[in-house]
C-alpha cells in the first residue's frame, strides 16, 4: 500500500510500479570466510571473541567460529537498503530511517553461501522538519542458505528527501565537532572495558535469573571519525571490489534513483576504475567520510551508517543474553545519525518476561535507547530476545 504524495516537486509516481515485485540484485560469488567474519566483528567494533577467536569459539555451545546475527546485512548488496530504493525521485537522497528484524533459527557460518529474495513493501509520504516532503519507504530482504533454510528476514526503512530541501533546512548543523579531552577519553576507555568485561565474564555459560526491569549495562561506541567509519563501510562485504556478481532476481532501479550527479555511481567508467562506482569513493556513501558531500545532502560533517547502527544494536543484545540465547525480532526507529566527534551510547531495559514460547523457553521483551553524549535520541525500538534455561539442550 501507499499514500499518494500531494507535495509540488516531490514526485513518487514511478515508485508504485516497483511494490510487490521481486527486485533485481548481486548476490556473493564466494562462501563465506572466517576472515569476512572477524573483520565485520572489527569493523562493528564488537570485542566478542566468539566472532574472531576460533580457540575461544570452539569451547562454546556451537564448538566453532560462528557468525554473529548482525553479519546477515554484510551479506547483502546494499546493506538490505536496495529493495526501499526504487523508482525515480529526481535530486533525492536516503538516509536509514531504521530496520526490524525476523531471525527464524540458522546461524551463518564459514562455508555458507547465501541467496537473497528482495521487494518494495510500501511507502507513505510525510512532511517532516528535516526536509519538508519526505518518503519514508520500506523494502524487504530474505537470506536464505545454501540448504535452502531461511535464515532472517530484514525490513528496511529508507528515508528519501530532496536534498537541496535538507541543506536549506540543516536541522543538524548546530553546534560544533566535539573536542574530547584526555580525562573525558580515559572515561569513555573505562566504561568501554568494564562492557565488554561485562559479557567475558558471562563467558560460555548461560543467562539464567532475568527478570523484568533489569537494566542491560550501557556499552559506548565512539567517539567516531572518518577513521571509524571507513573502517566500518570496509568491513562490509559488498565494499569488497569484484566480490558480487551479475544482478539476479528481475530488475532494480536502484542506481536510477535519482541521486545527485555528485552522489551518483559512474558505471562506465568503473569498467576501467572500479573506485568510480565503489560508493564510498564516489557514489552514493561518499558523504559519510567526504565532508564536502556530507554537507551537499543535508548533513554538517561526516555521519555514520543506519545498517551499522542496527549492527551495533543486534550485536548489543546478542552480547548480553550470550550465546545459548538469541534475537527473534527486532524493530528499531532510526532518529538521528552519528556525527563525527560524537559518542554513542546504548542502554536496554527488560519490559517484561513471557514463558508462553513455543520452544519452551522464555522470551523477554527489551527496550533499546540508543543516544549520544549531548543525550538526543538517535535510535530506540524494542526486541524479543529468547533466553536460556538450564534445560535447553547442548548442541
Known sequence: MSDKPEFEGFDTSDVDRWIGAPLGHSELKDEIHINDIRRWAQGMQNPNPLYFDESYAEHGRHGRLVAPQSFAVCTSDSHGAGPAIQGTIPGMHMIFGGDEWWFHGPRIEPGDRLRLETMLFDYKVADTKFAGPTMFSRGDTTYVNQRGEIVCKQRSTSVRYRADEARERDLFGAGDEKEWSDEELEEIERQSFEYTRSFLELGHDRRLFVKEGDELPTRPIGPHSLMTFTTEWRSYLMTVWGAFGAEVGGRSSLHEAGWLPEMSRDLEAAKLDPSQADGLYKGPSRGHVQPRYARLIGMPRGYGYGASMGAWILDYLTNWVGEWGEVLHSNMQYRAPALTGDL??????????????????????IEVVMTNQRDEVMAKGTAQVRLPTEALPVE
Do not use: F
Open 344 to 365: 554513542t551510547l546504548l542502554n536496554g531495559k527488560v519490559l517484561s518476561i513471557d514463558y508462553a514460547d513455543p520452544d519452551g523457553q522464555p522470551v523477554a521483551d
